[in-house]
DNA sequence: GTCTATAACCTGATAGAC
DNA sequence: GTCTATCAGGTTATAGAC
């Protein structure tokens, strides 16, 4: 028994999935064309839209492909209730880079359509059953804020202050690349020392003194 | 003595400008037609074609008018050397924050491009004769560091953690304002709780210890 | 389930009248 | 300088044969 209409072992659908994927990460959903999907799928235009009916369908079912690959893991790095603060920010830095260093355009994506369509994350995140999760680790974070184990501080500044830091290295890879590193220094070596500022700011914030 | 094509007095070029500068960043350059800047503009999309021949040196025209508005204020405000590192930073904070509440997707706009065209930024700052300005700063940064009036930490660090604490509520402004704001807290106070607390951050970083 | 053919539309850009 | 008319090309999407 095998997956309709295989191809080499992969399936029309998740081959199709990719290719929007990684079409989309890299150009936005408003510079890439069904055509490009279709191509690089190795498909027919008009075989695309009988299996997503729409762009938008399209896109989707690859932005809900993206973030149940994500929270789940930001989830169960973070609520390991054993660790020290320390060693749950350093797993969930980790994971992020692994992944960004994978991906890198993902972070400019993300906020992309983010920005095209408001409500595209929040919807994705309730339609996919992880909007709980979420706010569990939230609410997990201020008991401990309660309890003296963390500094008080407004969850949302500590958000911002995590994935600026986390991000902007990515978001403004380009211009970092051309213009921002060392002689000789590659991206990746320079993340590498990156990596200890983000702690030392984030224990700056949330050790009690 | 008039401009040539008087309008409200206003001229038409500086009207298609403001149009294609509010619609390139609402938008972006992608989904931004030369349709929407004519009528935006009130004239013809042929006569549009007529003052920038093409979408392309439009679009310069834009980004040129804008990086000439941020460089050189930054410039001036972080080079008071009368003034202690703590108001420098403080005045480059409310100048942006001033500029972002007027045009709160100018940060987005910024990135989007800059990630369609690596060299958009860099180019526009070359052309604008802008690179001695931005070079002088970091040299004066890296000053005070020799002379132990800063902590010794690598400018694009720096510039990691100022812009990245800086742009994030921006560029995230939609899904603040649905997810991450209190009850009957607006957009702006919680950027002046969030000022703070950026500049805790730097001072963190740059004051020797 | 996948194709060919085509519809209906929008895009950036130009030529040429006024 | 600003208009009308038009072009060539690319877009999403659908109808219908196989």
Redesign the interface.
């Known amino acids: 028994m095998s997956t309709p209409n295989d191809n080499n072992g992969i399936s029309t659908e998740s081959r199709i999935i990719d290719a929007a994927k990684s079409l989309f990460i890299e150009k ?1 959903y ?2 890439t064309s069904m055509s490009d999907i279709a191509a690089r799928a190795e498909i027919n235009r008009p075989a695309l839209h009988y299996y997503f009916r729409t762009k938008d369908k399209m896109f989707h079912a690859v932005i809900g492909d993206i973030v149940s690959a994500i929270v789940p893991r930001v989830y169960e790095l973070l609520m390991q209730r054993g660790l020290p603060i320390a060693d749950r920010i350093e797993g969930v830095i980790d994971a992020y880079f692994t992944l960004f260093k994978q991906n890198p ?1 993902l972070p ?1 994506f993300i ?2 359509e ?3 369509d ?2 595209m ?2 919807d994705t995140i309730t339609r996919l059953h992880l909007k709980e999760k979420l706010e569990t680790v939230i609410l997990s974070i201020e008991n401990e804020m309660e309890s003296g184990k963390l500094n008080r ?2 969850v ?2 500590l ?3 995590f ?3 986390l ?3 990515f ?2 890879q ?3 690349c ?5 002689d000789g220094e590659t991206f990746d070596q ?1 993340l590498a ?2 990596k200890p ?1 983000i702690m030392q ?1 984030m224990l ?2 949330l050790q009690p003194r």
């Open positions: 936005g408003a510079e355009r400019m906020l992309r983010m920005n095209r408001a409500g994350l929040i501080i407004p949302r500044f958000f911002f202050n994935y600026g830091m991000l902007t290295p978001l403004a380009d211009l970092v051309t213009a921002l590193l060392e320079m020392n990156w500022c700011q700056n914030l």
